[in-house]
């Protein structure tokens, strides 16, 4: 991914496709378990991730789960 992809995404210009997301966490190093439930939030929208949230309960980050 190029510099001017991840610029897209942090300013909402592009939603981070949900299959990208342990790519990106790992090309970030960042957690990918907080990068998913962003991407998620972005891709199906507020109201949804809640519902989602209902029925699968709270994701976990790696330090959490450590």
Not at 4 to 27: E, H, Q
Not at 36 to 47: D, F, P
């Amino acid at each position: 991914m190029n510099g001017n992809l991840i610029s897209m995404f942090k300013s909402g210009a592009s939603k981070i496709p949900l299959d990208r997301v342990p790519a990106l966490a790992r090309a970030l190093e960042t957690d990918p378990g907080f990068l998913m439930c962003l991407a998620r939030e972005q891709a199906v929208g507020q109201t949804a991730s809640v519902a989602v949230l209902e029925v699968f309960g709270t994701p976990t980050t790696i330090n959490e789960r450590a």
